[in-house]
């Protein structure tokens, strides 16, 4: 039997409980969560195709435009939390894998107590330099309505944020537990509660503050339900009270969160520097077809990993537990699914992309041929990539990232501009792919076959002295 069939065998063994136990129960419950992703973001979308509509013709240009802003600020503000709810997945998921439930709740309530102090801080800085920004030129707003609706908008946006902060952990922790499907379910009752409130705020003609105020304050308001069963039904032993708090535990999540948030920012860079490049080298009408090039990409990346997430925390469990083969041919055959994957759906939109954007978002967002096959270079890279940095987020194996992340998105910024301005838009993805491939896919590939061998070696060790 070829060696990717026998792959593609033992992970369906192990799905369908034909395999160990721990393995099996393992991928059950990764098939679970990825099915339950895939309803939750299909729901999603579906919902934000609903909203637009409704709230642009509601609000018109202006006020949409101001409410995208506010939007876009909150997922900015997210980086607030200095990665702490990722550098808590592992410190549960090890705890889970030890079966410590008094280390569990240790991290989780030094986790929620952290972020409830810098939510603290950001609303007590907020409020002192409130009076002093004047938001309604910040933004470049004309309508005299308008400038004075963003303010409060703003405001309440804000504020729903902050009170939601700690509420981060919830997804991360469902994660941590291999219980993703949960979180996924909790997610597709927010989006339909938020459509329902953004319903009922534009046919009661309530106004942009009104709709800030409904769309955000349903999220927060499922978050609160989530929280609630979870801590109060569902494990109550992981409830964040208080007591439970240590420094010990905070700093420990300190120092992973900020390696974790560094890779994100990295990451962010790298996501949101290429529309800015593209504006300012060539001017803003060349955004359209890049970008829109960019979402119809993002596709292949999206299904192909939408089990990658919950991945991570197996991994984090697997290694805890020395159980090295399952690691092993786990991580190849997410290599196989998310590079064959990839491959075999961005080829089709990089022969048709042309046709389907021109359908899709009319002639005049129809990019360059050439720059179609380098987004489907990149959404196979990206995606490959996304199943390798999940072994090295449940290992532990930070730092590098950090290294080759940093130094890949300084080296696009400096190639985008340079390419960009002798070869367009397709000089940007271009600088994109190459930045990557040389600077983040070689070394996060040699970083991956050294700590499979690290892990066989202390699963070796571990079996061995057990039989002493």
Do not use: C
Not at 73 to 94: E, F, K, M, P, Y
Not at 221 to 237: C, E, I, M, N
Not at 301 to 330: N, S
């Amino acid at each position: 039997m070829k060696p990717e069939r026998a792959l593609v065998r033992h992970v369906l063994d192990m799905s369908l409980g034909r395999g160990s136990t721990d393995g099996s129960r393992r991928y059950a419950r990764l098939l679970q969560a990825a099915v339950a992703a895939l309803a939750s973001k299909a729901l999603g979308i579906l919902v934000g195709l609903a909203i637009v509509p409704l709230t642009v013709r509601y609000l018109g240009s202006e006020r949409y435009g101001i409410w995208m802003t506010v939007s876009s600020i909150v997922v900015w503000l997210q980086l607030a939390d200095l990665g702490l709810a990722n550098g808590l997945t592992n410190a549960v998921s090890r705890a889970y894998a030890l079966d410590d439930r008094i280390g569990a709740q240790r991290h989780v309530a030094s986790a929620f107590w952290l972020l409830t102090v810098i939510a603290a801080v950001l609303g007590i800085a907020l409020a002192v330099a409130w009076p002093h920004v004047d938001w309604a030129s910040l933004l470049n707003v004309r309508s005299q309505q308008v400038r004075i609706e963003v303010g409060p908008a703003l405001a309440v946006g804000f504020a729903i944020f902050l009170v939601g902060l700690p509420l981060s952990i919830l997804e991360r922790l469902y994660a941590s537990q291999q219980e993703g499907w949960i979180a996924n379910g909790w997610a597709s009752a927010g989006s339909i509660a938020a459509l329902a409130a953004v319903w009922m705020v534009t046919q009661a003609e309530g106004g942009l503050v009104s709709l800030v105020a409904a769309y955000s304050g349903t999220q927060l308001a499922t978050s609160l339900l989530s929280a609630g069963w979870l801590f109060g039904r569902h494990k109550p032993h992981l409830a964040p009270r208080a007591s439970a708090a240590e420094w010990s535990s905070a700093r420990r999540l300190i120092r992973d969160g900020g390696k974790f948030f560094v890779v994100q920012v990295a990451f962010l860079l790298v996501m949101s520097t290429d529309n800015i490049i593209i504006a300012r080298v060539l001017g803003a009408e060349h955004v359209t077809p890049y970008s829109v090039a960019w979402r119809l990409f993002g596709l292949p990346m999206l299904l192909v990993g939408v089990y990658l997430p919950y991945l991570w925390p197996a991994y984090t469990e697997a290694i805890v537990r020395g159980d090295a083969q399952w690691t092993a041919k786990t991580f190849r055959a997410s290599l196989l699914v998310t590079g064959i994957g990839s491959l075999v759906l961005s080829l089709p939109l990089a022969i048709f992309g042309t046709e389907i954007i021109r359908f899709w978002a009319g002639p005049q967002a129809v990019p360059p041929p050439a720059l179609l096959w380098w987004m489907g270079a990149w959404a196979v890279i990206g995606a490959t990539m996304s199943a390798v940095a999940a072994l090295l987020n449940g290992s532990g194996h930070l730092r590098g990232q950090m290294v080759y992340g940093v130094a890949a998105a300084v080296l696009n910024v400096g190639l985008s501009v340079w390419f960009a301005r002798s070869h367009g838009i397709t000089g940007v993805i271009a600088a994109t792919v190459i930045s990557f491939l040389f600077v983040n896919v070689v070394p996060a590939a040699a970083e991956s076959a050294w700590v499979l061998r690290s892990i066989r070696r202390a699963s070796t060790a571990l079996e061995e002295a057990g039989r002493r």
